[in-house]
């Protein structure tokens, strides 16, 4: 029962690095309909800035700080240079970001080389806590992302259902014309949706190479981890990818602990199960292809 516990934890700590991963993906799909495929390419762009800049500064909250910055500007020049173009037209906008990640990756393969990073724990994420009920000790970093990424879900939520900004951004993707003709600021909302989306992208950057490492290829890896939570949790919801981020890292921590051989078959049965019951995902909407 000790292990079965450990594992979970595990799996709940993983989903969270996937839920953060998939958060801004969510975001600029549910909001937008944009198909952003240089997501991952946003993320490893965030990872490498904050490495270096907790490099020279020696602070990790800076490094975290910059990354985010980083990868929120990049994705406010996706939109502004590609996307703003590009409305309506899921095709375009998957090929044009998918050829945009691919010119990302070699650019940053040559500016940082095909070397691993990751960034030095914060000096009060060392070490490990004690679990009294399960008699073990269990790393801070793993609790702390949890709860991180619990924060940024509500938080999310919060934006979107509650504020004015989040009611303003969702009236712009249903009808544009109209909320322009009441004097709003359509293209900078939009703007701001995609800086939020880069800025998480480029958090979830940071906590991978603090919690793992990151290197040529994590981009992919993250991209297609993220492409799976939204399509078994639904495009756009942001409960559907929390949802989704839990059952994809719990079914990877399972299948690698008690089925090793075939660990990753766990992940594909859940998506193929979802889309053969439920196409649009399990929160998503009907409507937003």
């Avoid at 989903?15 to 991963?21: D, E, R």
């Avoid at 889309?275 to 292809?289: S, W």
């Amino acid at each position: 029962m000790t292990l079965f516990f450990v594992v979970t934890l595990n799996g709940l700590s993983l989903a969270a690095l996937y839920f953060i991963a998939a958060s801004g993906f969510s975001l600029v799909f549910g909001v937008m309909r944009v198909v952003n495929m240089a997501h991952g390419s946003l993320i490893l762009l965030g990872a490498y800035v904050a490495f270096d800049i907790a490099e020279w500064s020696g602070s990790w909250v800076l490094g975290a700080l910059a990354g985010s910055l980083a990868a929120a500007l990049a994705g406010v020049l996706l939109q502004v240079l590609f996307f703003n173009r590009m409305a309506g037209s899921k095709d375009q906008q998957t090929l044009v970001s998918i050829a945009v990640s691919i010119i990302a990756a070699d650019l940053m393969l040559a500016h940082w080389g095909g070397l691993t990073y990751q960034l030095n724990l914060p000096s009060l994420l060392e070490g490990s806590i004690g679990l009294p009920l399960l008699g073990v000790n269990y790393a801070k970093i793993r609790i702390v992302l949890i709860v991180a990424a619990i924060a940024v879900g509500v938080g999310l939520w919060l934006l979107i259902a509650k504020t004015n900004l989040g009611r303003l951004i969702r009236a712009g993707v249903d009808d544009q014309e109209m909320l322009h003709a009441l004097g709003f600021n359509v293209k900078g909302l939009f703007i701001a949706v995609f800086a939020l989306g880069g800025a998480l992208a480029g958090f979830a950057g940071v906590v991978a190479a603090t919690a793992l490492s990151v290197a040529p290829g994590t981009d992919v890896q993250f991209l297609l981890a993220a492409l799976i939570v939204v399509i078994v949790g639904g495009m756009g919801s942001i409960g559907g990818a929390a949802i989704g981020a839990i059952l994809v890292g719990l079914s990877e921590q399972y299948g690698l602990v008690y089925a090793p051989t075939y660990g990753i078959v766990f992940t594909f049965i859940i998506m193929i199960g979802v889309l053969g019951l439920r196409p649009q995902g399990l929160f998503g909407r009907g409507d937003v292809g």
